[in-house]
């Protein structure tokens, strides 16, 4: 899960150099688009709490909805 603070709009692997979100984004890191660093820890202890089979899933499943 990675969120980060930015003016406005979306956090997105495409805002950050090859060599930070490209490459997590790779490695498979889910991105929490407009949340806050705060709110994708929240969602993050959500979805493990929630799903500690599969909180990635989780994960993927509110984001998808989100967009």
């Known amino acids: 899960m990675s969120a ?33 660093p705060w709110q994708g820890r929240l969602l993050l202890a959500a979805a493990i709490a929630g799903r500690p089979d599969d909180p990635a899933g989780a994960l993927r499943q509110v984001l998808d909805l989100r967009r």
């Open 4 to 36: 980060g603070s930015i003016a406005s709009g979306h956090a997105e692997p495409a805002r950050f150099d090859a060599h930070g979100g490209g490459g997590l984004a790779r490695a498979g890191a889910l991105f929490g688009g407009d949340l806050s």
